[in-house]
């Protein structure tokens, strides 16, 4: 069974370049979640899709991001236009109930 | 405000021995909690967790405690192998289906 896949691995652009990362979910997830970690420091939740519904957005920085879910299945986050301060990974994560979500291996994003 | 905290950033223990990993939280309605265990370039990956109304979980080398009246969980590995080498993260969830993370310890296991 494939895990959650991330694309891209990597990615460098300039300061108010737009980015958009996307996620694959472990097949039959409803529940698919983006976390990002900052410099090394604690890996914080962004928001949670049930389906494509964005069951709760909380941790969303600013209205530079947006997150879509098409059709309940993969989902992307875009960045527009990115700072330097989005830089960091981006992880995305899937699970069917409440607990023990599995993550993709993350999107280490570099603003310059 | 870090309601997740992991005061150790690194852990270094022979390899055989216990490895203790400590995490302390702040909030009282957390009601479940997990450790996930990253190597460099990957995810996170789960390793294990227990409910607020227990006070330990065992599975194979890995044992969590939680003691709430201290508000603290604590991650015992033993015995320490070589490819525990890894950075730890302490998670809680506050109800909901997000988490609340440390910002982990890193564990090295010296043969």
């Known amino acids: 069974e494939a895990g959650v896949t991330q694309f891209p691995s990597h990615s460098v652009i300039e300061k108010g370049q737009t980015v958009t990362l996307r996620c694959d979910p472990i097949?039959?997830?409803?529940?698919l979640y983006w976390y990002r970690r900052v410099m090394g420091k604690e890996i914080k939740f962004l928001l949670h899709?049930?389906?494509?519904?964005?069951?709760?957005e909380s941790g969303m920085p600013n209205n530079r991001f947006l997150a879509e879910r098409t059709g309940g299945t993969y989902s992307t986050l875009k960045v527009q236009p990115a700072e330097l301060e989005d830089s960091g990974v981006y992880f995305c994560?899937?699970?069917?109930?409440?607990?023990?979500?599995?993550f993709g291996q993350g999107t280490r994003l570099t603003v310059v | 405000d870090q309601q997740v905290k992991q005061n150790s950033p690194s852990l270094s223990v022979q390899e055989g021995r216990i490895s203790i990993l400590n995490c302390d939280y702040t909030?009282?309605?957390?009601?479940?909690f997990l450790w996930y265990k990253k190597y460099p370039a990957e995810g996170p990956t789960f390793l294990i967790s227990?409910?607020?109304?227990?006070d330990k979980n065992e599975d194979g080398r890995f044992t969590v405690f939680l003691n709430k009246s201290a508000k603290h969980l604590s991650l015992h590995i033993v015995p320490s192998q070589p490819g525990d080498s890894a950075v730890y993260f302490c998670?809680?969830?506050?109800?909901?289906?997000?988490?609340?993370f440390g910002t982990g310890t890193r564990l090295k296991v010296l043969a």
């Open positions: 227990i409910s607020s109304i227990k």
């Open positions: 998670a809680a969830s506050p109800g909901t289906y997000k988490y609340i």
């Open positions: 994560a899937s699970s069917q109930g409440r607990l023990e979500a599995f």
């Open positions: 899709f049930v389906k494509e519904s964005k069951q709760d």
């Open positions: 097949s039959g997830h409803d529940n």
């Open positions: 909030n009282s309605m957390f009601d479940y």
